[in-house]
């Protein structure tokens, strides 16, 4: 297909202003892919030239692209976390009820009554003590008392030395 | 999503990726690393993908933000400017080097753009998306960008018609 000139033109100012379309800049793409064009329209031909030659130029370099395997195997640690504790809330919850002593077998009921007995025992001494350690506890209230009383007659004592004196004192004076 | 489904839906936009980043980075090296740094990101995302409307856009965009500040940053003070098909400017009698010649120094004028004006030039007359893909992918009004689009096209016919007067004599 060849152009006119007179178009072509037209078009160039429209490209210069920005007001091309993309189909009006194939045009001149097209255009100015020819070997013969106006001699007066040369000076956008390597313009034109080098968008093309320019587009030609592909990425070539190899890009690593590593997949995350890692974290793909974090992902499954946290998941078979989660399972054991729901398993153990699961186990937690599911058990039977507490046993009872009927639920038992007779060797451990008896073995379980001695042993009650054996601790019921035990208490029963063990509070005997604290009885006999609270008699110890009254004697040292008591002592405490006769202190206290001790300590009045010394007081005692002290003033009337002091009235003793006071005579003595003023005897001599005379 | 396996590997295989992710290099199809990456696939029709690497290269565009990798031109862009060329655009803005120059060097071949760094744009390739820019790339595959994007689409590693890429893939490291690879749930959200599926969330975006346009991987595409997204990736685009993501490619444009990357660049830049790679730009920003320290390491491009390191940044080498490579002209890998740098050409002592002879004058050559064969029209046709003479060609090649004039078709290396649009790249150099377009490296002389403003960033803005160069990846619009880029999306648009290299990769040939519409203005609403563009406005979405640099989050600009399309009239704007139809401004910076005028402007950059301007400008390399300019300093092209001024080399080619002066070239051919």
């Known amino acids: 297909m060849v152009l006119d000139s007179k178009h072509i033109e037209r078009l160039l100012e429209k490209y210069d202003n920005g007001e091309t379309t993309l189909k009006e800049e194939q045009q001149l793409r097209d255009y100015f892919a020819q070997d013969t064009i106006e001699t007066h329209l040369e000076p956008y031909k390597p313009m034109f030239q080098y968008f093309a030659n320019t587009k030609q130029e592909t990425f070539t370099k190899d890009v690593p692209l590593k997949t995350k395997k890692r974290s793909y195997i974090y992902q499954w640690i946290s998941v078979a976390a989660v399972i054991v504790i729901m398993f153990g809330v699961f186990m937690q919850f599911n058990n039977p009820s507490p046993k009872t002593i009927d639920g038992l077998s007779e060797e451990e009921q008896l073995a379980y009554n001695q042993a009650k007995e054996a601790l019921n025992l035990l208490s029963t001494k063990f509070n005997q003590g604290t009885s006999n350690a609270s008699v110890l506890g009254i004697v040292g209230t008591q002592f405490d008392k006769g202190a206290e009383k001790v300590e009045y007659v010394s007081e005692f004592s002290k003033t009337t030395n002091k009235i003793l004196k006071k005579p003595n004192k003023e005897n001599k004076n005379k | ?169």
Not at chain 2, 78 to 103: A, C
Not at chain 2, 144 to 158: F, Y
């Open chain 2, 1 to 169: 999503m396996t590997q295989a489904d992710f290099v199809n839906i990456v696939m029709p936009f690497k290269d565009k990726v990798f031109r862009l980043a060329k655009r803005l980075l120059v060097s071949k090296e760094e744009a390739e690393d820019a790339t595959q740094e994007i689409l590693l990101k890429l893939w490291n995302n690879q749930e959200k993908i599926e969330d975006y409307k346009n991987v595409e856009a997204f990736s685009m965009t993501m490619t444009k933000n990357f660049c830049l500040d790679r730009l920003k940053s320290k390491q491009a003070q390191n940044l080498k400017i490579v002209h890998s098909n740098y050409q002592d400017n002879n004058t050559s009698l064969q029209k046709q080097v003479e060609l090649n010649d004039s078709v290396d120094w649009v790249s150099k004028i377009i490296e002389a753009l403003p960033e803005q004006q160069k990846i619009i030039l880029q999306l648009r007359d290299i990769e040939q998306y519409e203005f609403e893909e563009i406005a979405e992918m640099l989050e600009m009004n399309q009239t704007a960008i139809r401004v910076a689009l005028s402007r950059a096209r301007k400008t390399i016919r300019e300093q092209l018609t001024n080399t080619h007067k002066y070239g051919i004599r």
